[in-house]
Structures are given as C-alpha cells and as structure tokens.
C-alpha cells in the first residue's frame, strides 16, 4: 500500500490539464473499513494536501457524525476521490474530475483494501462510476432509493455548501439517510 499511495503522488498523468499543476490527494490503509469516494480536491485542499479540509469536508464529518480524528484515520477512513488533482473551474463551480484517475487508480488501492465494508459515494460521478446501470437517472432518485444499494454502497449528494438549495428541496435525506449513515459508520468504527 505504501508503495502504491507513492505512485499515486507521484503521478502526472494529466498534467497538462491542470491549472494548479499535479497534486494527488489521497488517503488509505490497507485496514480501512469504509471508503469514501468524492470527486476531486478544491483549490483549498489542493493547497493543504488534506482530503476533506475545507466547508464541504466539514459538513461530511457532521453526517457521518464523525471526529476529525476519527475521519483521517486511515485505517478507518480511505479517502479516494474520482479525480486525485484539482480539475480546474468552471463557469458554475469546479470542473467535473479528470477521467484518467479512476481507472487508473482504483483498482489498485481496491486491491490493496482488503476489510472494506462499505463505500460512500459522493456525488453523481461516484455513482455513475460505481453503480453503473444501477444508477437511477438523476442523483435525487439515487440517493432517496440508498437502500437499494446497501450494505456495499450509500449514496450521497455532494456536502458543498452550494448544496443548500438541494437539501432544503429534500429534507427526507436528513431524516432518513443521514441516521442510516451514522448508524453504519458507528458499527464499523
């Protein structure tokens, strides 16, 4: 695992495509029991190199009702996300994940992680990679059908603060979804 999470770091396999250059985020240990599956690192985690540190990081640990301890934890957390650099902006936010990490990438650390129990998928390019046709045609209806997708995968929006609007549109994810969620996360670690 060692060896595989230097290679990662050490990739530049899009690299003419990144406006910030490469910086591969990524965290994960051979005995981590939940994976979480995002999308790509904002500019602020791409200046720290922490997964997660920054609004949306923040609002992800308040669902999973999780430590800051707790979640960079690897051997309890691996943090993988599609896309391992930052993509670059776009006219309504960050551009979608560069397409090469995934299936890079993946494979490999999924290989190396041997008590996974559950994966957390973060957004519609988690799922869509991950759940494939089982996917339902918008994230919505993904995640209001999770249970579907238990006990390997749990869907979830994206914990943005731009996600407001959705959260408020759908308060049945926070009465629903999230409790299931803190229940899985507490039995596992």
């Known amino acids: 695992m060692e060896n595989l999470l230097?290679?990662?770091k050490q990739c530049s396999i899009c690299k003419a495509h990144l406006p910030l250059g490469p910086r591969p985020v990524v965290s994960a240990h051979p005995n981590s029991k939940i994976v979480i599956i995002g999308q790509a690192p904002g500019t602020k985690v791409h200046a720290s190199g922490v997964p997660w540190d920054d609004a949306s990081g923040k609002q992800l640990r308040k669902?999973?009702?999780?430590?800051?301890?707790?979640?960079?934890?690897?051997?309890k957390f691996a943090i993988i996300p599609m896309?391992?650099?930052?993509?670059?902006?776009?006219?309504?936010?960050?551009?979608?994940?560069?397409?090469?990490?995934?299936?890079?990438?993946?494979?490999?650390?999924?290989?190396?992680?041997?008590?996974?129990?559950?994966?957390i998928l973060i957004g519609m390019y988690a799922q869509n990679y991950y759940l494939g046709k089982a996917a339902k045609k918008t994230l919505t209806e993904?995640?209001?059908?999770?249970?579907?997708?238990?006990?390997?995968?749990?869907?979830?929006?994206?914990?943005?603060?731009?996600?407001?609007?959705?959260?408020?549109?759908?308060?049945?994810?926070?009465?629903?979804?999230?409790?299931?969620?803190?229940?899985?996360?507490?039995?596992?670690?």
């Open 6 to 8: 230097e290679d990662i």
């Open 63 to 75: 669902w999973l009702n999780v430590s800051d301890e707790d979640f960079y934890d690897a051997s």
């Open 83 to 119: 896309g391992f650099c930052y993509p670059g902006k776009g006219k309504t936010g960050d551009l979608p994940p560069r397409p090469e990490c995934a299936p890079q990438w993946h494979q490999p650390l999924f290989n190396e992680l041997q008590h996974v129990e559950l994966v």
């Open 142 to 189: 993904t995640v209001n059908n999770f249970q579907n997708y238990l006990p390997k995968y749990l869907p979830l929006p994206h914990p943005s603060p731009r996600n407001r609007f959705w959260l408020t549109k759908n308060p049945w994810f926070e009465e629903l979804v999230v409790p299931e969620l803190r229940t899985i996360v507490k039995e596992l670690i």
